[in-house]
């Protein structure tokens, strides 16, 4: 579905979608804020090419949850740098993880500990789909360890004004367009880091 079939309608139950967001969504959030603000206006998050220092060899993904970045290492030293909102205290994931599936317009559905945390989600136990307000975004990359699903993912989102907050349950938030790019760089079985 494309930008241009977005309707009222789906305008209401994206935002409701939204709302109640696995990955999370401020209690006070409104469709009318979920357009304003974009932070790639903030030349801190800012996808843009930067030095990297750090041992992990090209093709990693580095998500420093401090800084509030996601590092896409290159070769020669240089990152791609994209600005970031990560999970709540104490909801984040931390350590190493794989790729181990990749979605365009992913569907969304609450965890089983999401919804003893927030009973009012067991509403939506059957999943929302995808589309330009589902609360993933455009894309997301889906994290793995030892072949199985985390329930953490690199995602984009539908409140853009949440990149550089920690917010969410857990995942990690991007603009749609940097998890566009970054979805079209990395590959099932990338490697990532998260510090």
Not at 55 to 70: C, H, K, Y
Not at 96 to 116: F, Y
């Amino acid at each position: 579905m494309g930008i241009d079939h977005v309707t009222r309608r789906g305008l209401l139950l994206g935002g409701l979608a939204s709302i109640v967001s696995g990955c999370g969504v401020s209690e006070d959030w409104t469709i009318t804020s979920a357009f304003a603000g974009d932070p790639d206006q903030n030349p801190r998050y800012r996808r843009q090419e930067v030095a990297y220092d750090g041992a992990e060899p090209p093709g990693t993904i580095v998500v420093n949850t401090g800084e509030r970045f996601l590092y896409y290492v290159e070769p020669g030293g240089r990152a791609t740098r994209y600005g970031v909102a990560v999970g709540q205290e104490g909801l984040s994931f931390k350590g190493e993880a794989i790729v181990g599936r990749k979605a365009e317009w992913p569907s969304w559905k609450p965890t089983q500990d999401m919804m003893v945390r927030k009973p009012r989600l067991m509403q939506y136990a059957d999943g929302v789909p995808g589309g330009p307000l589902n609360p993933l975004g455009a894309a997301a990359l889906y994290l793995y360890q030892d072949g199985q699903d985390t329930m953490f993912r690199v995602h984009g989102t539908n409140e853009p004004w949440s990149i550089g907050h920690a917010v969410s349950n857990g995942c990690v938030r991007m603009t749609n367009a940097n998890i566009v790019d970054l979805y079209s760089r990395a590959h099932v079985g990338t490697r990532v880091l998260v510090i």
